[in-house]
T-cell receptor, first 114, second 114 residues
Framework: DTAVSQTPKYLVTQMGNDKSIKCEQN?????MYWYKQDSKKFLKIMFS???????INETVPNRFSPKSPDKAHLNLHINSLELGDSAVYFC?????????????FGNGTRLTVT | AQSVTQLGSHVSVSEGALVLLRCNYS??????LFWYVQYPNQGLQLLLK??????LVKGINGFEAEFKKSETSFHLTKPSAHMSDAAEYFC????????????FGAGTTVTVRA
């Protein structure tokens, strides 16, 4: 009955590798997001998709590439991983675009780059 | 750019005591305001939100927050802390520009002493 689910929960990898994080929501929401939470717990939006269309693309290195095959899924692929990519990545969804639409978060993927 | 400041990165209260978490925003036009809670190893959950109308907003788990335009504040309170309230609390603002970007504060860690 998980609403927003991310896999994997933990990801440990070496510098230079390529990895993906998957996200699925079963809430029927139109909009999905990727947020990055750093070691100081600061949260910053990375990307947002609405009905599979990219609507927010923050200043993120182009090594990060989101993909939304359908509106229930938003995956994040990271190429050539760097030490600074270590963080917790949260997927979230909201019923629709708009500032009044609260976010529903997944439980996060803790990425450690060694 | 919209910003939100949470005063106090760490708050420690005794069980049964008042919980007060402070949040101030910077904007000439009132944004939409949110409080989220993050329990250990979990994603964020919405506690409450203010959009328009009544300035005192009640949320889940006995929390409430009051929007004060003159003070540009949206402080979160709970009259009596419970051990289960130990978590990280984030204030967030959604700007009036409707660009769908939610900006989060740096978070406040709440510990509850028995």
């Amino acid at each position: 009955d998980t609403a927003v689910s991310q896999t994997p929960k933990y990801l440990v990898t070496q510098m230079g590798n390529d990895k993906s994080i998957k996200c699925e929501q079963n809430l029927g929401h139109d909009t999905m997001y990727w947020y990055k939470q750093d070691s100081k717990k600061f949260l910053k939006i990375m990307f947002s998709y609405n009905n599979k269309e990219l609507i927010i693309n923050e200043t993120v290195p182009n090594r990060f590439s989101p993909k939304s095959p359908d509106k229930a899924h938003l995956n994040l692929h990271i190429n050539s991983l760097e030490l600074g990519d270590s963080a917790v990545y949260f997927c979230a969804s909201s019923p629709r675009q708009g500032r009044n639409s609260p976010l529903h978060f997944g439980n996060g993927t803790r990425l450690t780059v060694t | 750019a919209q910003s939100v400041t949470q005063l106090g990165s760490h708050v420690s209260v005794s069980e049964g005591a008042l919980v007060l978490l402070r949040c101030n925003y910077s904007s000439s036009v009132p944004p939409y305001l949110f409080w989220y809670v993050q329990y250990p190893n979990q994603g964020l959950q919405l506690l409450l939100k203010y959009t328009t109308g009544a300035t005192l907003v009640k949320g889940i788990n006995g929390f409430e927050a009051e929007f004060k335009k003159s003070e540009t504040s949206f402080h979160l309170t709970k009259p009596s802390a419970h051990m289960s309230d130990a978590a990280e609390y984030f204030c967030a603002v959604s700007p009036p520009s409707d660009d769908y970007k939610l900006s989060f504060g740096a978070g406040t860690t709440v510990t509850v002493r028995a």
